[in-house]
């Protein structure tokens, strides 16, 4: 581990030399990925149930601070879709302070989980585990846009996504062609965009030429401002949430579901940036970064932020190289909006859903989900149990159960990896050539793979099998690279059965990580030192001694 596993990325570029011309780059990267970050943040925050302002809040302080105090170079942080589901959860049931609050405990989570060094750990939850809640998010939050994309004037929202579907099927007379047209412009716009000119944002131009068309032609659509009244850009002063002890203790799952989400998005934006430029992030440092964020975004009316990889990339492609394109990204952000805020009301809700619907499907990573469905059963059962259990229950659950799920598939399939068996003659009458000399009386009993819990009752069931122990048994150990506490149980009780029954045990090929655990659980002086050796000959040896 290096000196510098905390040392933040702008850090290390300024003791390297920041000149001017990177400068440069960084500053053009910044003001086009903070052009774009402005509707998506706007977006993300009507989405989860909050004021527009909020989310932008969210990307000037959250973005200003994951860029000060990253472990990446060039990675942006803000609001992001993935967190839009449990957001609007928390503030449905807690109201805004409860999402503060639930934030804040997720900053100090995930501090404590790069001091702890876990930023290589995150990377152990599975592929379809990641890939079943990304999409399964992606589906909640198209769910979620159907309304305002068909434009419907229902004031009630439901919770849950069937209730979503059915509210919307009930009322499909009230569909407005004019809030459809518009989404569906959105829509066209950010796809064909990009093949004029990519120097501005499509979704920039979806804004702006929506917007006039509502009010040029005084369409009859829901716009922010009636939703959500004056828009305006105040940072207040900072302020701790409410605290209250009931609804703490509610909250501990959710902000570690927001501690999760924000390091496994944030590292794999990092990644993503690494492979683009060749660098290396710190990830612990990373989730520091992340950690400082979140606790601080909240304390001034801010909701979750974590790394963002749509927008670290276009940083990347505009010539982004360093933390302070970030920094510029987060300025951007804040001044625009300080100068257009006003304008922000006139922004038409079905242009936000036409956004989120392209955000939704850029997340469905329904390519991946499609090949992921041809991988063995327990993936796809795995894949499926998660995507299912974040639409149909909360994000929250489908962390817990596809982690849960993941961990138990694992130990089965390291189970089925150890093999144990008596060794048998072979067809010559004879023993394999390493085994020669084994005289009657004496057995040898292989064990082949990681000797734990989950094999423990496969070494019951193969010593069972066999019908009267022999005088002296020698357990071959030497292809078993680790034991755990219920393997050295299971052994203990074996020894004391076999002991009982007048059999010796003799011990062979035991590496010094496995006599470490012998002796530490008290093996080693229960049979005698001299009765675990090195090899099977010498092991034999010792056999033949008891025998005579």
């Not at 609050?101 to 989980?113: F, N, P, Y």
């Not at 849950?160 to 809030?179: E, M, R, T, Y």
């Not at 360093?322 to 257009?340: E, K, N, R, Y």
């Not at 997340?363 to 149990?385: C, G």
Request: proline content about 5%; glycine content about 8%.
């Amino acid at each position: 581990m290096t000196k510098r596993t905390f040392e933040p990325k702008i850090i290390t570029v300024l003791r390297e030399g920041y000149s001017l011309p990177v400068f440069l780059k960084d500053l053009m990267a910044g003001v086009i990925v903070g052009i774009v970050a402005i509707p998506l943040a706007i977006a993300f925050a009507i989405a989860s149930g909050v004021k527009p302002e909020q989310g932008i809040i969210t990307a000037f302080i959250g973005g200003l601070l994951i860029s000060l105090f990253s472990g990446s170079r060039t990675q942006i942080g803000g609001p992001t879709g993935a967190f839009i589901i449990i957001v609007l959860g928390i503030i449905q049931k807690y109201g805004y302070e409860g999402l503060a609050l639930a934030t804040l405990m997720a900053g100090v989570i995930l501090v404590i989980m790069g001091l702890m060094r876990f930023g290589e750990a995150i990377k152990y939850i599975p592929y379809p585990v990641t890939i079943g809640f990304t999409s399964g998010i992606a589906v909640v939050i198209f769910s979620t846009q159907i309304q305002d994309f068909l434009g419907l004037n229902v004031k009630t929202s439901a919770p849950h996504f069937f209730d979503k579907l059915g509210v919307c099927l009930n009322n499909l007379s009230q569909i407005n062609p004019f809030a459809v047209g518009l989404s569906i412009l959105t829509i066209l716009v950010i796809k064909f965009w990009p093949l004029l000119t990519r120097k501005i944002p499509g979704t920039i131009i979806a804004i702006i030429l929506t917007t006039f068309i509502a009010r040029f032609f005084h369409l009859p659509v829901a716009i922010i401002g009636e939703r959500f009244g004056s828009v305006s850009f105040r940072l207040s002063f900072p302020h701790l949430p409410q605290v209250n002890i009931d609804v703490f203790t509610q909250l501990i799952s959710p902000a570690i579901t927001i501690a999760i989400l924000a390091g496994i998005e944030s590292l794999l934006s990092a990644v993503v940036a690494d492979g683009m430029l060749g660098t290396r992030h710190r990830s612990n440092m990373e989730l520091v970064g992340q950690g400082i964020a979140n606790i601080v975004s909240p304390l001034f009316g801010g909701i979750p932020a974590t790394g963002a990889i749509a927008r670290t990339a276009t940083n990347i492609k505009n010539g982004g190289r360093t933390p302070f394109s970030g920094i510029i990204h987060a300025v951007t952000v804040c001044v625009l909006f300080v100068f257009f805020a006003p304008m922000v009301g006139f922004v038409p809700m079905a242009t936000l859903a036409g956004i989120l619907i392209v955000v939704s499907y850029q997340m469905s990573e329904w390519r991946h989900f499609k090949q992921l469905l041809k991988s063995p059963r327990s993936d796809v059962l795995l894949l499926l149990t998660t995507f299912l259990l974040t639409i149909l229950v909360d994000l929250t659950v489908a962390i817990e159960v596809g982690v849960v799920m993941a961990a138990i598939l694992f130990m089965h399939r390291m189970a089925e990896l150890t093999h144990m068996s008596f060794v048998e003659e072979d067809d010559d009458n004879g023993r394999p050539h390493e085994y020669e000399g084994v005289p009657e009386g004496v057995e040898i009993f292989e064990i082949n793979g990681p000797f734990f819990f989950g094999a423990a009752d496969k070494f019951r069931e193969a010593i069972s099998s066999f019908k009267k122990l022999p005088q002296v048994l020698i357990l071959r150990m030497s292809a078993v690279p680790a034991v755990d506490a219920t393997a050295v149980n299971t052994l203990q009780r074996f020894i004391d059965t076999a002991e009982a029954g007048g059999t010796q045990v003799v011990f062979a090929g035991v590496n010094k990580r496995v006599f470490r655990v012998f002796d530490k659980y008290g093996i080693v002086k229960r049979i005698g030192i001299e009765n675990i050796l090195t090899d099977v000959p010498l092991a034999l040896a010792r056999a033949i001694s008891f025998l005579k």
